[in-house]
């Protein structure tokens, strides 16, 4: 353009005008300013075309690459998305083409890069198909994350459920963290909306699975067929045995012939086994198995030499009062009664002589293999000290016992192993009246006994501990005489009498009518006066004494009366005695 030209175009410009038309937006920004309009009309033509996306939307998209770290989405837009493969850790399986579902966080971060989050989108998404899992049954994935208090934390569609302890599988668990870091399959079981709380199953798959199986298993169930199981659970009275879906009990006392006390001396968890049918009720929901039916009687295998009177070793398996039984082979028991553990009459416990665990020898005295029955004795093992009873304890010696034992009635003295008498409780003391043997003696300690009568037959030995000592009541015959006067102290009172003592600790009865003093007044406890012997009595020990008689004429005839009867008594008997002797010696002379 020519400098004429310039300077008329400049003129042709009106300056009010130029301002008031000119756009200062595109001066500014250095681009043609878009009408509002047409942008409008451009961003809603926009909508809806390949690759257009608004964040926060969830859609999805393409892995189509997988790294160490990411995965790499196309989600059809101007630029992919990366996600971490720890949003993808419940899905261990995820290969690129997979379809996934995405959240957008970004279209653009400040580097321009599209920013994609699957974690997100399974959260949105997660409560819908929850709910409908749970109502369609679906099976679901999920990733075990960790344990907690009574079972695990479960990842499900984003959503954090619990799996209890008791549904994870049909078997009790013993380890959980087995199962941590694992995807699993699950059922949703229980849904609270409130708490927003979701329970899983996976032993409810399980069960489902197995149901045919059991229907299966137990249709063809019969008894006496043997089926290999699996050890399941122990309890103290028995073990559960899974038979692939079906469980049965072995009882504890068909686990092995022999004697145990707890099955876990047997089996152990997780075991394979062979087990054999032997029961099952009607529906065949109970079924009792049997383990040692698999095996031999032990009484079958016995040695068919054994005989009565053969010596054996056993262990003792079982104790009770009245015997133990002894395991003499594997399953094959005898029984010792406690009246063959020792030659004593006197019975005791079994435990006295042998505990479980003990190793004994022991004679056979019944053998019964058709009844399966054997009765064993330990004393037979050595000499019956009976035998030569009379020359070893005659009548009349003394010996030192041991207290074993005592009744109401007496104490049983052992004089040595199994030479057991019995000692009566009048036969304890010849002054002290003993009300019960615990009185004088304890259990275990030495006593002197005399002989007094021997049956051998019958194995009864009578024993007496005064006859050891002289029998003071021969000097009191002397002492205290019919009509002999002595000095005594009243001891107790009753309505029948008063007992006296005397200076040499003897005791007597003054019966209440000789109570009476003279004066008319009666005697009191604690007062100490005359008293005249009007009774006395050796064998019975017994000495009757009147403080009346002192001064009544009358007691006084009946007394003096009394004592010439017995002194007359005295000489009848030692003239009889003279008399025979004298006719003894004429008959001699004969």
Same mark, same amino acid.
């Given at each position: 353009?020519?400098?004429? &030209?310039?300077?008329?175009?400049?003129?042709?410009?009106?300056?009010?005008?130029?301002?008031?038309?000119?756009?200062?937006?595109?001066?500014?920004?250095? @681009?043609?300013?878009?009408?509002?309009?047409?942008?409008?009309?451009?961003?809603?033509?926009?909508?809806?075309?390949?690759?257009?996306?608004?964040?926060?939307?969830?859609?999805?998209?393409?892995?189509?690459?997988?790294?160490?770290?990411?995965?790499?989405?196309?989600?059809?837009?101007?630029?992919?998305?990366?996600?971490?493969?720890?949003?993808?850790?419940?899905?261990?399986?995820?290969?690129?083409?997979?379809?996934?579902?995405?959240?957008?966080?970004?279209?653009?971060?400040?580097?321009?890069?599209?920013?994609?989050?699957?974690?997100?989108?399974?959260?949105?998404?997660?409560?819908?198909?929850?709910?409908?899992?749970?109502?369609?049954?679906?099976?679901?994935?999920?990733?075990?994350?960790?344990?907690?208090?009574?079972?695990?934390?479960?990842?499900?569609?984003?959503?954090?459920?619990?799996?209890?302890?008791?549904?994870?599988?049909?078997?009790?668990?013993?380890?959980?963290?087995?199962?941590?870091?694992? &995807?699993?399959?699950?059922?949703?079981?229980?849904?609270?909306?409130?708490?927003?709380?979701?329970?899983?199953?996976?032993?409810?798959?399980?069960?489902?699975?197995?149901?045919?199986?059991?229907?299966?298993?137990?249709?063809?169930?019969?008894?006496?067929?043997?089926?290999?199981?699996?050890?399941?659970? @122990?309890?103290?009275?028995?073990?559960?045995?899974?038979?692939?879906?079906?469980?049965?009990?072995?009882?504890? &006392?068909?686990?092995?012939?022999?004697?145990?006390?707890?099955?876990?001396?047997?089996?152990?968890?997780?075991?394979?086994?062979?087990?054999?049918?032997?029961?099952?009720?009607?529906?065949?929901?109970?079924?009792?198995?049997?383990?040692?039916?698999?095996?031999?009687?032990?009484?079958?295998?016995?040695?068919?030499?054994?005989?009565?009177?053969?010596?054996?070793?056993?262990?003792?398996?079982?104790?009770?009062?009245?015997?133990?039984?002894?395991?003499?082979?594997?399953?094959?028991?005898?029984?010792?009664?406690?009246?063959?553990?020792?030659?004593?009459?006197?019975?005791?416990?079994?435990?006295?002589?042998?505990?479980?665990?003990?190793?004994?020898?022991?004679?056979?005295?019944?053998?019964?293999?058709?009844?399966?029955?054997?009765?064993?004795?330990?004393?037979?093992?050595?000499?019956?000290?009976?035998?030569?009873?009379?020359?070893?304890?005659?009548?009349?010696?003394?010996?030192?016992?041991?207290?074993?034992?005592?009744?109401?009635?007496?104490?049983?003295?052992?004089?040595?192993?199994?030479?057991?008498?019995?000692?009566?409780?009048?036969?304890?003391?010849?002054?002290?009246?003993?009300?019960?043997?615990?009185?004088?003696?304890?259990?275990?300690?030495?006593?002197?006994?005399?002989?007094?009568?021997?049956?051998?037959?019958?194995?009864?030995?009578?024993?007496?501990?005064?006859?050891?000592?002289?029998?003071?009541?021969?000097?009191?015959?002397?002492?205290?005489?019919?009509?002999?006067?002595?000095?005594?102290?009243?001891?107790?009172?009753?309505?029948?009498?008063?007992?006296?003592?005397?200076?040499?600790?003897?005791?007597?009865?003054?019966?209440?009518?000789?109570?009476?003093?003279?004066?008319?007044?009666?005697?009191?406890?604690?007062?100490?006066?005359?008293?005249?012997?009007?009774?006395?009595?050796?064998?019975?020990?017994?000495?009757?004494?009147?403080?009346?008689?002192?001064?009544?004429?009358?007691?006084?005839?009946?007394?003096?009366?009394?004592?010439?009867?017995?002194?007359?008594?005295?000489?009848? &008997?030692?003239?009889?005695?003279?008399?025979?002797?004298?006719?003894?010696?004429?008959?001699?002379?004969?």
């Amino acid at each position: 353009m020519s400098e004429e &030209t310039k300077t008329v175009a400049a003129e042709a410009v009106n300056p009010a005008e130029f301002l008031a038309t000119f756009n200062w937006h595109k001066y500014e920004e250095g @681009i043609d300013e878009v009408d509002e309009a047409k942008l409008k009309e451009f961003e809603q033509a926009l909508e809806g075309t390949v690759g257009f996306v608004n964040e926060r939307d969830v859609i999805e998209g393409k892995v189509t690459r997988i790294t160490d770290r990411d995965a790499i989405i196309d989600i059809n837009s101007k630029s992919e998305g990366v996600i971490s493969l720890n949003e993808f850790r419940y899905n261990p399986n995820l290969a690129v083409g997979d379809t996934v579902e995405v959240l957008v966080d970004k279209r653009e971060d400040s580097s321009g890069q599209l920013v994609l989050s699957h974690k997100k989108a399974r959260v949105i998404k997660a409560w819908d198909r929850v709910n409908n899992a749970h109502e369609t049954g679906e099976i679901v994935n999920g990733f075990v994350k960790c344990r907690t208090r009574g079972g695990m934390i479960v990842d499900v569609f984003g959503i954090e459920a619990f799996l209890p302890g008791s549904q994870i599988d049909v078997k009790p668990i013993r380890d959980y963290d087995q199962y941590v870091e694992k &995807t699993m399959e699950f059922k949703v079981v229980k849904i609270n909306h409130e708490f927003k709380n979701v329970v899983v199953s996976h032993k409810a798959l399980i069960e489902a699975d197995l149901e045919d199986q059991k229907k299966e298993i137990i249709g063809q169930l019969e008894k006496g067929q043997v089926l290999e199981g699996v050890v399941k659970n @122990i309890t103290s009275y028995g073990v559960f045995v899974d038979l692939g879906g079906v469980d049965g009990l072995v009882h504890i &006392t068909d686990l092995s012939w022999s004697r145990i006390n707890h099955p876990n001396e047997v089996v152990e968890l997780d075991q394979k086994l062979n087990v054999v049918i032997l029961d099952f009720d009607d529906n065949k929901s109970r079924i009792q198995l049997g383990l040692k039916q698999l095996s031999a009687h032990p009484w079958e295998a016995l040695n068919s030499e054994l005989k009565v009177g053969d010596k054996v070793n056993g262990k003792v398996v079982v104790l009770a009062d009245y015997g133990a039984f002894v395991e003499v082979e594997e399953g094959v028991e005898g029984l010792i009664h406690v009246s063959e553990m020792s030659w004593s009459t006197h019975l005791r416990s079994a435990g006295d002589f042998v505990k479980v665990g003990d190793t004994v020898e022991a004679q056979i005295l019944t053998l019964d293999r058709e009844e399966r029955k054997m009765s064993l004795g330990m004393k037979q093992l050595h000499p019956d000290p009976w035998t030569d009873i009379t020359t070893k304890y005659p009548v009349g010696s003394t010996h030192t016992g041991t207290v074993r034992n005592y009744t109401n009635f007496g104490v049983f003295v052992e004089l040595e192993e199994g030479i057991d008498g019995l000692v009566y409780i009048s036969d304890l003391s010849w002054t002290k009246k003993i009300k019960h043997p615990s009185d004088f003696v304890t259990v275990g300690d030495k006593l002197e006994v005399q002989v007094l009568e021997l049956d051998v037959e019958n194995r009864k030995l009578n024993l007496g501990h005064k006859q050891t000592q002289d029998n003071p009541w021969d000097a009191h015959e002397a002492t205290y005489a019919i009509g002999s006067t002595h000095e005594g102290t009243i001891k107790e009172k009753n309505d029948k009498g008063a007992t006296v003592t005397f200076a040499d600790g003897i005791e007597a009865f003054a019966p209440t009518r000789f109570l009476e003093k003279e004066d008319g007044s009666k005697l009191a406890k604690g007062d100490t006066v005359q008293f005249i012997v009007t009774e006395f009595s050796k064998e019975y020990r017994r000495i009757v004494v009147s403080h009346t008689s002192i001064f009544k004429e009358e007691e006084k005839r009946n007394i003096k009366a009394a004592a010439k009867k017995a002194n007359d008594a005295e000489k009848t &008997t030692l003239g009889d005695i003279g008399g025979l002797a004298e006719l003894k010696k004429k008959m001699e002379g004969k």
